[in-house]
């Protein structure tokens, strides 16, 4: 299976900045088979993207709303990323729980819509450190996965992203050991070898080696590395 390296711009790159940022990774990135590597900018900046990216990468949305066509203001239809040739949608960021208090079955109502318009899922999960703390990791990303899959038999259309949250701001680390502990776990739970498990927290040029070295640690998520094309390129190129 080929290594994959997602870029999550979230709010960050107006449109010059894009376009000096493609510009760039364009002249830099040599590309090779052995990595797939796929973008997302801001919905808004979606079809510059689309228009200013090579064919050496891929687009993904940072989110989207089950619905094709509804009333839903400010919302984005899947039928819309179908038109910029987006293939890969990610369901769901944590920030979109914390932030924005989406549910349970809202996620799994996005899955499934996902996967009817033949976009790719990526589904993010993580525990918390009172439940890491209190030795939940298990059974809380269990629950999560039962949740957000629910009623869907093709799991091995969806790829799952691992994010260890009780790090962010505490000083605390996941090891690369941990983090293929649970990605082991994370395999044996979705019983197929097609699905991706991808590792999302905190991942630069200086840990993408150590951690990508790990067994069944082949998938990462970036954010902050991502915004430097030279960095993320170097991650890329660490990666293969
Ligand atoms: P980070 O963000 O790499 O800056 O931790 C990843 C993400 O939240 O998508």
Redesign the pocket.
């Known amino acids: 299976m080929k290594k994959l390296i997602?870029a999550?711009f979230?709010m960050y790159k107006n449109m010059s900045e894009l376009k000096d940022y493609f510009t760039k990774f364009n002249q830099e990135y040599a590309w090779n088979d052995t990595v797939d590597v796929v973008v997302a900018p801001m919905m808004v900046n979606m079809m510059l993207a689309s228009e200013m990216i090579s064919s050496k990468i891929n687009l993904w949305s940072q989110n989207m709303h089950p619905n094709d066509i509804w009333a839903y203001t400010g919302e984005t239809s899947p039928l819309n990323l179908k038109e910029l040739w987006v293939k890969y949608v990610?369901l769901w960021?944590?920030?979109r729980r914390t932030l924005f208090g989406e549910s349970d079955a809202f996620v799994n109502e996005k899955v499934k819509s996902a996967l009817k318009h033949w976009l790719r899922p990526i589904l993010?999960i993580w525990e918390t450190l009172e439940e890491k703390q209190s030795e939940k990791t298990y059974e809380v990303l269990e629950r999560q996965i039962k949740l957000w899959l629910k009623d869907i038999s093709d799991i091995a259309m969806v790829d799952i992203a691992y994010?260890p949250v009780w790090a962010?701001g505490t000083g605390l680390s996941a090891t690369p050991e941990y983090v293929m502990q649970v990605h082991n776990f994370i395999r044996w739970l979705i019983w197929n070898q097609e699905s991706r498990i991808i590792y999302?927290?905190?991942?630069?040029d200086s840990n993408a080696k150590d951690l990508i070295s790990q067994k069944d640690v082949n998938w990462f998520?970036?954010?902050?590395?991502?915004l430097d094309p030279t960095k993320f390129i170097n991650i890329i190129n660490t990666s293969k």
């Open positions: 997602w999550n979230k990610i960021h944590s920030e993010c994010e962010i999302w927290w905190s991942v630069n998520l970036i954010g902050s590395a991502s």
